[in-house]
Protein backbone atom coordinates (compact mmCIF):
# COMPACT_ATOMS: atom_id res chain seq x y z
CA UNK A 1 0.00 0.00 0.00
CA UNK A 2 1.09 3.79 -1.12
CA UNK A 3 1.98 4.88 3.12
CA UNK A 4 2.59 8.19 3.04
CA UNK A 5 -0.48 10.05 2.46
CA UNK A 6 -2.49 7.23 3.49
CA UNK A 7 -4.76 8.47 6.70
CA UNK A 8 -3.42 7.43 9.85
CA UNK A 9 -7.02 5.81 10.68
CA UNK A 10 -6.33 3.83 7.27
CA UNK A 11 -2.85 2.95 8.60
CA UNK A 12 -3.53 1.98 11.62
CA UNK A 13 -5.69 -0.82 10.14
CA UNK A 14 -3.14 -2.20 7.62
CA UNK A 15 -1.26 -2.35 10.40
CA UNK A 16 -3.25 -4.66 12.41
CA UNK A 17 -4.30 -6.67 9.05
CA UNK A 18 -0.51 -7.65 8.71
CA UNK A 19 -0.46 -5.26 5.32
CA UNK A 20 2.27 -3.27 6.56
CA UNK A 21 4.28 -3.65 9.60
CA UNK A 22 5.08 -0.58 11.88
CA UNK A 23 8.54 -1.12 10.89
CA UNK A 24 7.88 -0.89 7.21
CA UNK A 25 6.12 2.11 7.80
CA UNK A 26 8.84 4.07 9.91
CA UNK A 27 11.01 3.19 7.07
CA UNK A 28 8.59 5.02 4.59
CA UNK A 29 8.61 8.43 6.64
CA UNK A 30 12.31 8.11 7.30
CA UNK A 31 12.46 8.02 3.58
CA UNK A 32 10.05 11.24 3.19
CA UNK A 33 12.13 12.95 6.34
CA UNK A 34 15.56 12.53 4.02
CA UNK A 35 13.91 13.99 1.45
CA UNK A 36 12.10 16.98 2.99
CA UNK A 37 13.83 18.00 5.87
CA UNK A 38 17.23 19.72 4.50
CA UNK A 39 14.27 22.12 2.97
CA UNK A 40 11.74 21.85 5.41
CA UNK A 41 13.79 22.11 8.82
CA UNK A 42 10.89 20.47 10.82
CA UNK A 43 12.65 18.93 13.02
CA UNK A 44 14.99 19.52 16.61
CA UNK A 45 15.91 16.41 17.23
CA UNK A 46 15.74 12.97 15.22
CA UNK A 47 17.20 9.72 15.60
CA UNK A 48 16.97 6.93 12.85
CA UNK A 49 17.81 3.95 14.85
CA UNK A 50 15.54 5.02 17.99
CA UNK A 51 12.46 5.39 15.31
CA UNK A 52 13.49 1.65 13.92
CA UNK A 53 13.93 0.95 17.78
CA UNK A 54 10.03 2.00 18.84
CA UNK A 55 8.72 0.45 15.44
CA UNK A 56 10.57 -2.89 15.89
CA UNK A 57 8.68 -3.34 19.66
CA UNK A 58 5.63 -2.25 18.02
CA UNK A 59 5.93 -5.38 15.76
CA UNK A 60 6.61 -7.54 18.30
CA UNK A 61 3.40 -6.93 20.46
CA UNK A 62 1.61 -6.86 17.14
CA UNK A 63 2.94 -10.80 16.60
CA UNK A 64 1.35 -10.82 20.66
CA UNK A 65 -2.01 -9.55 19.48
CA UNK A 66 -1.59 -6.40 21.31
CA UNK A 67 -2.36 -3.13 19.40
CA UNK A 68 -3.40 0.70 20.43
CA UNK A 69 -5.51 2.98 18.77
CA UNK A 70 -2.34 4.63 17.57
CA UNK A 71 -0.64 1.35 16.72
CA UNK A 72 2.69 2.10 14.63
CA UNK A 73 1.82 5.88 13.57
CA UNK A 74 5.03 8.27 13.66
CA UNK A 75 4.02 10.98 15.67
CA UNK A 76 5.94 14.28 15.88
CA UNK A 77 6.05 16.04 19.31
CA UNK A 78 7.13 19.86 19.74
CA UNK A 79 10.43 20.45 21.78
CA UNK A 80 8.84 22.23 24.62
CA UNK A 81 7.27 18.63 25.96
CA UNK A 82 9.53 16.31 27.74
CA UNK A 83 10.57 13.09 26.68
CA UNK A 84 12.88 10.48 28.54
CA UNK A 85 14.58 9.33 25.70
CA UNK A 86 15.15 12.86 23.58
CA UNK A 87 16.56 16.34 24.71
CA UNK A 88 13.87 19.02 25.12
CA UNK A 89 15.40 22.31 24.26
CA UNK A 90 12.37 24.89 24.22
CA UNK A 91 13.29 26.73 21.47
CA UNK A 92 15.95 28.52 23.26
CA UNK A 93 19.81 28.43 23.28
CA UNK A 94 19.69 28.50 27.05
CA UNK A 95 18.15 24.79 27.43
CA UNK A 96 20.39 23.13 24.74
CA UNK A 97 20.55 19.49 25.32
CA UNK A 98 18.21 19.64 28.37
CA UNK A 99 17.86 16.08 29.16
CA UNK A 100 14.16 15.04 30.61
CA UNK A 101 14.08 12.80 33.65
CA UNK A 102 10.31 11.81 32.38
CA UNK A 103 8.15 11.75 29.44
CA UNK A 104 4.95 14.64 30.54
CA UNK A 105 1.81 12.89 30.32
CA UNK A 106 1.14 13.53 26.02
CA UNK A 107 4.28 11.63 25.64
CA UNK A 108 3.35 8.93 27.63
CA UNK A 109 -0.63 8.40 26.68
CA UNK A 110 0.85 8.47 22.55
CA UNK A 111 3.33 5.73 23.75
CA UNK A 112 0.52 3.72 25.37
CA UNK A 113 -1.23 3.80 22.28
CA UNK A 114 1.42 2.52 20.12
CA UNK A 115 2.40 5.41 18.56
CA UNK A 116 6.26 5.94 17.36
CA UNK A 117 7.72 9.43 19.23
CA UNK A 118 9.30 10.56 15.40
CA UNK A 119 11.36 12.96 16.80
CA UNK A 120 11.10 16.51 18.39
CA UNK A 121 9.99 19.31 16.35
CA UNK A 122 11.00 23.09 15.99
CA UNK A 123 9.41 25.68 18.39
CA UNK A 124 10.06 29.06 18.66
CA UNK A 125 12.33 30.84 21.58
CA UNK A 126 10.27 29.68 24.30
CA UNK A 127 7.10 29.00 22.02
CA UNK A 128 7.36 32.89 21.76
CA UNK A 129 7.40 35.19 18.68
CA UNK A 130 10.95 34.52 17.79
CA UNK A 131 10.98 32.18 14.31
CA UNK A 132 12.75 29.20 14.73
CA UNK A 133 14.64 27.64 11.42
CA UNK A 134 11.52 25.69 10.09
CA UNK A 135 10.37 26.62 6.68
CA UNK A 136 7.02 26.70 5.05
CA UNK A 137 6.58 23.50 2.54
CA UNK A 138 4.72 25.47 0.73
CA UNK A 139 6.81 27.87 -0.20
CA UNK A 140 10.59 28.04 1.74
CA UNK A 141 10.52 31.73 1.36
CA UNK A 142 7.57 32.07 3.63
CA UNK A 143 6.81 31.61 7.38
CA UNK A 144 5.25 28.14 8.48
CA UNK A 145 3.76 30.12 11.45
CA UNK A 146 4.64 29.89 15.02
CA UNK A 147 5.05 28.84 18.03
CA UNK A 148 4.27 25.35 16.68
CA UNK A 149 5.86 25.61 13.45
CA UNK A 150 7.86 22.37 13.51
CA UNK A 151 4.64 20.30 14.16
CA UNK A 152 2.37 21.92 11.36
CA UNK A 153 5.20 21.99 8.76
CA UNK A 154 6.00 18.36 8.94
CA UNK A 155 2.53 17.39 9.06
CA UNK A 156 1.51 19.44 5.58
CA UNK A 157 5.51 17.77 4.20
CA UNK A 158 4.07 14.29 4.97
CA UNK A 159 7.10 13.81 7.02
CA UNK A 160 4.72 12.15 9.66
CA UNK A 161 1.02 11.76 9.68
CA UNK A 162 0.69 13.24 13.15
CA UNK A 163 2.22 16.13 15.38
CA UNK A 164 1.65 17.66 18.60
CA UNK A 165 1.93 21.58 19.83
CA UNK A 166 0.76 24.08 21.84
CA UNK A 167 -0.94 27.24 21.64
CA UNK A 168 -0.84 30.16 24.72
CA UNK A 169 -1.96 32.98 21.65
CA UNK A 170 -2.19 31.52 18.34
CA UNK A 171 0.43 29.03 17.93
CA UNK A 172 -1.70 25.55 16.55
CA UNK A 173 -4.43 28.11 15.02
CA UNK A 174 -2.29 29.71 12.76
CA UNK A 175 0.60 27.16 11.36
CA UNK A 176 -2.28 25.24 10.55
CA UNK A 177 -3.66 27.90 8.55
CA UNK A 178 -0.47 28.35 7.40
CA UNK A 179 0.77 25.21 6.22
CA UNK A 180 -2.29 23.41 5.19
CA UNK A 181 -3.72 21.27 8.01
CA UNK A 182 -6.09 20.80 9.91
CA UNK A 183 -5.36 22.51 13.42
CA UNK A 184 -7.08 21.46 16.48
CA UNK A 185 -6.98 23.31 19.28
CA UNK A 186 -9.44 21.60 22.55
CA UNK A 187 -11.11 23.22 25.05
CA UNK A 188 -8.48 23.98 27.94
CA UNK A 189 -8.24 21.58 30.11
CA UNK A 190 -9.38 18.70 28.17
CA UNK A 191 -5.20 17.41 27.55
CA UNK A 192 -3.08 17.37 30.26
CA UNK A 193 -0.17 19.88 30.07
CA UNK A 194 2.18 18.02 32.90
CA UNK A 195 6.18 18.43 31.95
CA UNK A 196 5.11 20.35 28.91
CA UNK A 197 6.97 23.77 29.47
CA UNK A 198 4.88 26.54 31.03
CA UNK A 199 4.42 30.20 29.78
CA UNK A 200 1.51 30.79 31.60
CA UNK A 201 -0.94 28.54 33.59
CA UNK A 202 -4.06 30.58 32.18
CA UNK A 203 -3.08 30.32 28.82
CA UNK A 204 -1.21 27.79 27.69
CA UNK A 205 -2.82 24.84 25.70
CA UNK A 206 -2.11 21.83 23.95
CA UNK A 207 -3.32 20.90 20.07
CA UNK A 208 -3.23 18.89 17.27
CA UNK A 209 -2.03 18.83 13.89
CA UNK A 210 -3.29 16.25 11.44
CA UNK A 211 -4.46 16.40 7.37
CA UNK A 212 -7.46 15.24 7.79
CA UNK A 213 -10.34 15.83 10.81
CA UNK A 214 -11.25 12.30 11.35
CA UNK A 215 -7.01 11.88 12.35
CA UNK A 216 -7.21 15.02 14.42
CA UNK A 217 -10.34 13.48 15.96
CA UNK A 218 -8.43 10.00 16.38
CA UNK A 219 -5.09 11.11 17.78
CA UNK A 220 -6.97 13.44 20.37
CA UNK A 221 -8.91 10.97 22.10
CA UNK A 222 -5.76 9.56 23.00
CA UNK A 223 -5.09 12.45 24.91
CA UNK A 224 -8.19 13.56 26.29
CA UNK A 225 -8.14 12.97 29.92
CA UNK A 226 -8.18 14.18 33.34
CA UNK A 227 -4.75 14.07 34.78
CA UNK A 228 -3.64 14.43 38.63
CA UNK A 229 -0.88 16.09 37.96
CA UNK A 230 -1.98 19.03 36.33
CA UNK A 231 -4.84 20.39 38.34
CA UNK A 232 -6.49 22.25 35.59
CA UNK A 233 -7.68 18.81 33.80
CA UNK A 234 -11.54 18.63 33.03
CA UNK A 235 -13.06 16.00 34.72
CA UNK A 236 -16.05 15.76 32.46
CA UNK A 237 -16.70 13.19 30.50
CA UNK A 238 -14.74 12.51 27.30
CA UNK A 239 -15.91 13.71 23.93
CA UNK A 240 -16.54 11.09 21.54
CA UNK A 241 -15.05 13.28 18.91
CA UNK A 242 -14.37 10.40 15.99
CA UNK A 243 -17.63 9.48 16.04
CA UNK A 244 -18.76 13.14 15.83
CA UNK A 245 -16.19 13.84 12.97
CA UNK A 246 -18.54 11.01 10.82
CA UNK A 247 -21.72 12.26 12.26
CA UNK A 248 -23.84 15.09 10.41
CA UNK A 249 -25.19 17.93 12.58
CA UNK A 250 -28.95 17.47 13.75
CA UNK A 251 -29.54 20.22 11.63
CA UNK A 252 -28.12 22.46 9.53
CA UNK A 253 -25.77 24.59 11.19
CA UNK A 254 -25.93 28.30 11.97
CA UNK A 255 -23.03 29.79 11.89
CA UNK A 256 -22.07 33.34 13.33
CA UNK A 257 -19.39 35.64 11.30
CA UNK A 258 -18.41 38.06 14.29
CA UNK A 259 -17.00 41.73 12.63
CA UNK A 260 -14.19 42.26 15.74
CA UNK A 261 -12.23 45.18 15.67
CA UNK A 262 -9.76 43.47 14.36
CA UNK A 263 -10.78 42.64 11.32
CA UNK A 264 -9.19 45.22 9.18
CA UNK A 265 -5.75 43.16 9.55
CA UNK A 266 -7.24 40.68 7.14
CA UNK A 267 -5.88 40.16 3.37
CA UNK A 268 -7.60 41.40 0.29
CA UNK A 269 -7.54 37.47 -0.44
CA UNK A 270 -8.75 35.85 2.51
CA UNK A 271 -11.27 38.93 2.90
CA UNK A 272 -12.86 37.27 -0.72
CA UNK A 273 -12.04 33.74 0.42
CA UNK A 274 -14.73 34.71 3.22
CA UNK A 275 -17.15 36.79 1.34
CA UNK A 276 -17.19 33.59 -1.35
CA UNK A 277 -18.20 31.04 1.92
CA UNK A 278 -20.69 33.51 3.27
CA UNK A 279 -22.30 33.83 0.14
CA UNK A 280 -22.06 29.83 -0.61
CA UNK A 281 -23.74 29.22 2.82
CA UNK A 282 -26.25 31.86 1.83
CA UNK A 283 -28.72 32.00 4.88
CA UNK A 284 -26.65 30.18 7.40
CA UNK A 285 -24.24 32.81 8.67
CA UNK A 286 -25.32 36.04 10.31
CA UNK A 287 -22.75 38.88 10.91
CA UNK A 288 -22.38 39.76 14.38
CA UNK A 289 -21.38 42.99 16.74
CA UNK A 290 -19.61 41.69 19.97
CA UNK A 291 -20.20 43.97 23.05
CA UNK A 292 -17.72 46.59 23.00
CA UNK A 293 -15.64 45.62 25.54
CA UNK A 294 -14.64 42.68 23.39
CA UNK A 295 -12.36 44.89 22.12
CA UNK A 296 -10.04 44.80 25.03
CA UNK A 297 -9.57 41.04 25.07
CA UNK A 298 -5.79 41.18 23.17
CA UNK A 299 -5.28 43.67 25.85
CA UNK A 300 -5.99 41.48 28.77
CA UNK A 301 -4.71 38.57 26.75
CA UNK A 302 -1.60 40.52 26.98
CA UNK A 303 -1.32 41.44 30.33
CA UNK A 304 -1.86 37.52 31.39
CA UNK A 305 0.68 36.39 29.36
CA UNK A 306 3.69 39.12 29.83
CA UNK A 307 3.06 38.33 33.33
CA UNK A 308 3.52 34.92 33.50
CA UNK A 309 6.33 34.95 31.13
CA UNK A 310 7.66 36.69 33.55
CA UNK A 311 7.57 34.62 36.13
CA UNK A 312 7.77 31.02 34.39
CA UNK A 313 11.33 32.41 32.31
CA UNK A 314 12.58 34.47 35.72
CA UNK A 315 15.62 32.18 35.66
CA UNK A 316 16.50 32.44 32.10
CA UNK A 317 16.30 36.10 32.62
CA UNK A 318 18.62 36.29 35.68
CA UNK A 319 21.28 33.84 34.50
CA UNK A 320 21.23 33.81 31.04
CA UNK A 321 19.71 37.18 29.90
CA UNK A 322 22.60 37.89 27.47
CA UNK A 323 21.33 33.98 24.82
CA UNK A 324 17.78 35.80 24.68
CA UNK A 325 16.32 37.31 21.66
CA UNK A 326 15.41 41.12 22.27
CA UNK A 327 11.97 40.06 21.60
CA UNK A 328 11.29 37.71 24.75
CA UNK A 329 13.62 40.22 26.92
CA UNK A 330 10.84 42.91 25.88
CA UNK A 331 8.13 40.82 26.64
CA UNK A 332 9.19 39.16 30.24
CA UNK A 333 10.18 43.03 31.81
CA UNK A 334 6.78 44.95 30.44
CA UNK A 335 5.63 41.33 32.02
CA UNK A 336 7.36 42.63 35.65
CA UNK A 337 5.72 46.39 35.16
CA UNK A 338 2.17 45.12 35.28
CA UNK A 339 0.56 45.54 38.70
CA UNK A 340 -1.92 43.19 40.37
CA UNK A 341 -4.58 44.88 39.92
CA UNK A 342 -4.14 45.01 35.94
CA UNK A 343 -3.48 41.33 36.06
CA UNK A 344 -6.41 40.38 38.54
CA UNK A 345 -8.86 42.91 35.68
CA UNK A 346 -7.56 41.30 33.39
CA UNK A 347 -7.82 37.67 34.79
CA UNK A 348 -11.48 38.59 35.71
CA UNK A 349 -13.06 38.99 32.45
CA UNK A 350 -12.06 35.57 31.10
CA UNK A 351 -15.52 34.35 33.23
CA UNK A 352 -17.72 37.25 32.24
CA UNK A 353 -16.66 37.02 28.69
CA UNK A 354 -17.04 32.79 28.91
CA UNK A 355 -20.75 33.71 30.08
CA UNK A 356 -21.65 35.98 27.42
CA UNK A 357 -20.09 33.18 25.00
CA UNK A 358 -22.46 30.33 27.10
CA UNK A 359 -25.52 32.36 25.96
CA UNK A 360 -24.49 33.11 22.31
CA UNK A 361 -23.96 29.67 21.88
CA UNK A 362 -27.92 29.06 22.32
CA UNK A 363 -28.73 30.84 18.97
CA UNK A 364 -25.72 29.72 16.99
CA UNK A 365 -23.66 26.37 16.02
CA UNK A 366 -20.52 27.70 16.21
CA UNK A 367 -18.45 30.91 15.20
CA UNK A 368 -16.95 31.41 11.63
CA UNK A 369 -13.86 32.94 11.42
CA UNK A 370 -10.63 33.31 10.19
CA UNK A 371 -7.54 31.24 10.96
CA UNK A 372 -4.63 34.28 10.02
CA UNK A 373 -4.68 37.02 8.03
CA UNK A 374 -3.94 35.24 4.93
CA UNK A 375 -1.48 33.30 3.07
CA UNK A 376 1.75 32.81 5.09
CA UNK A 377 3.59 35.73 5.54
CA UNK A 378 6.50 36.05 3.23
CA UNK A 379 9.71 36.23 5.05
CA UNK A 380 11.20 34.09 7.87
CA UNK A 381 11.66 36.81 10.74
CA UNK A 382 7.93 36.91 11.65
CA UNK A 383 5.60 33.94 11.76
CA UNK A 384 2.68 35.73 11.64
CA UNK A 385 0.22 37.75 13.26
CA UNK A 386 -1.51 35.53 16.12
CA UNK A 387 -4.84 38.26 16.64
CA UNK A 388 -7.22 35.52 14.88
CA UNK A 389 -6.76 33.36 17.36
CA UNK A 390 -6.48 35.75 20.48
CA UNK A 391 -10.09 36.18 21.63
CA UNK A 392 -10.60 32.24 22.05
CA UNK A 393 -7.82 31.59 23.76
CA UNK A 394 -8.10 33.92 26.40
CA UNK A 395 -11.45 31.66 26.42
CA UNK A 396 -10.08 28.52 26.27
CA UNK A 397 -12.90 27.80 23.84
CA UNK A 398 -12.21 24.54 21.33
CA UNK A 399 -11.19 25.93 17.55
CA UNK A 400 -10.28 23.69 14.50
CA UNK A 401 -8.77 25.43 11.80
CA UNK A 402 -9.32 23.86 8.03
CA UNK A 403 -7.27 24.57 4.92
CA UNK A 404 -10.37 25.09 2.44
CA UNK A 405 -9.42 28.51 1.25
CA UNK A 406 -6.39 29.71 -1.26
CA UNK A 407 -5.25 32.88 -1.80
CA UNK A 408 -3.48 34.63 -5.29
CA UNK A 409 -0.40 32.73 -4.75
CA UNK A 410 -2.35 29.73 -4.16
CA UNK A 411 -0.75 29.46 -0.80
CA UNK A 412 -3.49 27.89 1.48
CA UNK A 413 -5.59 30.49 3.94
CA UNK A 414 -7.60 28.70 6.73
CA UNK A 415 -11.34 28.79 7.69
CA UNK A 416 -11.28 28.43 12.10
CA UNK A 417 -14.40 27.15 13.25
CA UNK A 418 -15.35 28.18 17.08
CA UNK A 419 -17.11 25.83 19.65
CA UNK A 420 -18.62 26.67 23.26
CA UNK A 421 -16.25 25.41 25.65
CA UNK A 422 -16.67 21.57 26.37
CA UNK A 423 -18.68 21.56 23.15
CA UNK A 424 -15.94 19.85 21.20
CA UNK A 425 -17.86 17.33 19.23
CA UNK A 426 -20.42 19.70 17.89
CA UNK A 427 -16.96 21.36 16.41
CA UNK A 428 -16.12 18.21 15.05
CA UNK A 429 -19.12 17.42 13.47
CA UNK A 430 -19.70 20.91 11.78
CA UNK A 431 -16.17 21.10 11.03
CA UNK A 432 -16.69 17.55 9.04
CA UNK A 433 -19.89 19.18 7.23
CA UNK A 434 -18.84 22.76 6.52
CA UNK A 435 -15.61 20.74 4.69
CA UNK A 436 -18.02 18.53 2.81
CA UNK A 437 -19.94 22.01 1.86
CA UNK A 438 -17.19 23.54 0.71
CA UNK A 439 -15.45 21.12 -1.42
CA UNK A 440 -18.18 19.99 -2.81
Known sequence: MSTIKTSAIEMVKAIKKGEISSEELAKSYIEQIKK???????????????????????DALHQAGQHGDLHGIPVGVKDIFDTVDMPTEDGTETHKNNPSLNDCTVVSKLKQAGAIIMGKTVTTELAYYSPGKTKNPHDISRTPGGSSSGSAAAVASHMVPLAVGSQTNGSVIRPASFCGVVGYKPTKGLISRHLVMQISRTLDQIGIFANSIEDAALISEQLIGHDKQDPDTSLNPKPKLLNASKEKPPMEPLFAYIKLPFMNKLDEDAAEGFKEVKDELKGQVDEIELPEGFSKIPEWHKIIMESDMAASFSEEYKKSKNKLSDKIIEAIERGMKYTSIEYNNAMSKIDISNAYFKQFFHDYDAILTPSANGEPTKGLQSTGDPIFSTVWTYCGMPTISLPLLQGANKLPIGIQLVSSLYDDERLFRNASWLTSKIKA
Not at 36 to 58: G, P, R, T, Y
Request: aromatic letters at 14%.
Open 36 to 58: KEKDIQAFQFFDEELVIAQAKKL
